[in-house]
């Protein structure tokens, strides 16, 4: 696949290197411009290249959204259109503000992403794990070990989509549901960045 980013920080420095690693090509992008992305570009290999968040957004079928909350009503919606957008994202008032809807709990922050791409299918992941231990804490399949990482969404294809990916990088997935559920994984959760294997994560979910 080519994957397209949008947004280049920890998160998605470190998913596309774990993307390519796993044979697929990616698009970087950043609210700079590409120019800004040649040291990254070099440093992920051939098989990564640096775009505008638009071109970003035209690469194959899924798209990374990776960038602080505040900037998702900046974002452009071209070329989304039918996309699997994996959303990293999470809220953090003090750099955010205040959203009311988030902070009264009726959406979550997937679910405003998906309002915002409203003819894409938006899968909330990575967004439970510190940035480094993506790479760190990966295992290989039927490892005792091997962490599980939680996603929704509520597109059941695209589901499927992320969750290939996720297992192919070096994680088991849990389906927690619709994209609403994603509020049980988001920070400040018992779910939120707990290394743990499928059963107890399950627990850990619940426990919202």
Same mark, same amino acid.
Request: without cysteine.
């Given at each position: 696949m080519k994957i397209g980013f949008i947004g280049s920080g920890n998160i998605g420095r470190t998913v596309a290197s774990c993307f390519?690693?796993?044979? $697929?090509? %990616? %698009?970087? +992008?950043n609210s700079r411009g590409p120019e800004t992305l040649t040291d990254l570009v070099r440093k992920l290999g051939s098989k990564a290249t640096a775009a505008t968040a638009e071109q970003a957004a035209l690469a194959d079928d899924l798209i990374v959204v990776t960038v602080p909350l505040y900037a998702l009503p900046e974002l452009s919606t071209s070329g989304t259109k039918d996309k699997v957008i994996i959303d990293t994202m999470? =809220? =953090?008032?003090?750099?955010?503000? $205040? !959203? @009311?809807s988030l902070d009264n709990g009726t959406t979550t922050t997937s679910e405003l992403t998906a309002a915002h791409f409203?003819? @894409? $299918?938006?899968v909330k992941a990575f967004n439970s794990i510190i940035a480094s231990e993506i790479e760190t804490t990966a295992?290989?399949?039927?490892?005792?070990?091997?962490? @599980?990482?939680? !996603? @929704?969404?509520? +597109?059941a294809k695209a589901k499927e989509t992320v969750t290939d990916l996720i297992e192919a990088i070096g994680f088991d997935v849990y389906d927690a549901g619709d994209l609403h559920e994603g509020f049980r994984f988001q920070n400040g959760t018992p779910a939120y960045c707990a290394r743990a294997d499928r059963s107890t994560l399950v627990d850990l979910l619940q426990q919202v």
């Open positions: 390519l690693r796993a044979g $697929h090509s %990616v %698009v970087m +992008s999470n =809220y =953090y008032p003090l750099r955010d503000g $205040h !959203i @009311a409203p003819n @894409a $299918h938006v295992k290989p399949k039927n490892d005792p070990k091997r962490r @599980a990482l939680p !996603i @929704a969404g509520d +597109s």
